[in-house]
T-cell receptor
Framework: GQNIDQPTEMTATEGAIVQINCTYQ??????LFWYQQHAGEAPTFLSY????GLEEKGRFSSFLSRSKGYSYLLLKELQMKDSASYLC???????????FGAGTQVVVTP | GAVVSQHPSRVICKSGTSVKIECRSL??????MFWYRQFPKKSLMLMAT?????????EQGVEKDKFLINHASLTLSTLTVTSAHPEDSSFYIC????????????FGSGTRLTVV
């Protein structure tokens, strides 16, 4: 079956760094996405990894290891507006479906 | 960039009535549209996948007669919740992928459905 695991909640202070881990076991793999979702809003795209390694994009970086079924999203220089849910999603082979993890709620405190 | 417009953003309807939700891709051709529902503080649950001009493929446990999906053109897909009941109250989001070089998925802004 499909299984995508990520922690439920993480708390960090403004200016700090937080790393959100995601492990997956899926029937197919064609890339991994990270999305940010604020309450009551649709997800917004953060990053995409299909090859092993680190992708850096400003304050956000994402890492993938396909052999380990593992990814992380690194948020640096945390700001209050970064308080949100972060969703890990794996692109399935069939129809290109995205399988989502349950999301990690990040709480940034002053 | 790719934009998907979803309407309405909020709707309240009476039990037993039907509600239609629209998603339009504004600047690209959405060859595939995905429909999700999301309960509070939960992740997105895929309901169905639709390709333009074809019948939708529903996920296990999703009633196709209750959640009617139409993807008649490359820019428009609709989800109709028929004979809505309070348990259908949820946040519904569409996501599109298509031509234009963008390998990702563009989400609509979501529809908050409340059935009273």
């Amino acid at each position: 079956g499909q299984n995508i695991d990520q922690p439920t909640e993480m708390t960090a202070t403004e200016g700090a760094i937080v790393q959100i881990n995601c492990t997956y076991q899926t029937s197919g793999f064609n890339g991994l996405f990270w999305y940010q979702q604020h309450a009551g809003e649709a997800p917004t795209f953060l990053s995409y990894n299909v090859l092993d390694g680190l992708e850096e994009k400003g304050r956000f970086s994402s890492f993938l290891s396909r052999s380990k079924g593992y990814s992380y999203l690194l948020l640096k220089e945390l700001q209050m507006k970064d308080s949100a849910s972060y969703l890990c999603a794996v692109k399935d082979d069939s129809w290109g479906k995205l399988q989502f993890g349950a999301g990690t709620q990040v709480v940034v405190t002053p | 960039g790719a934009v998907v417009s979803q309407h309405p953003s909020r709707v309240i309807c009476k039990s037993g009535t039907s509600v239609k939700i629209e998603c339009r891709s504004l600047d690209f051709q959405a060859t595939t549209m995905f429909w999700y529902r999301q309960f509070p503080k939960k992740s997105l649950m895929l309901m169905a996948t639709s390709n333009e001009g074809s019948k939708a493929t529903y996920e296990q446990g999703v009633e196709k007669d209750k959640f009617l999906i139409n993807h008649a053109s490359l820019t428009l897909s609709t989800l109709t919740v028929t004979s809505a009941h309070p348990e259908d109250s949820s946040f519904y989001i569409c996501s599109a992928t298509g031509t234009g070089g963008w390998y990702g998925y563009t989400f609509g802004s979501g529809t908050r459905l409340t059935v009273v």
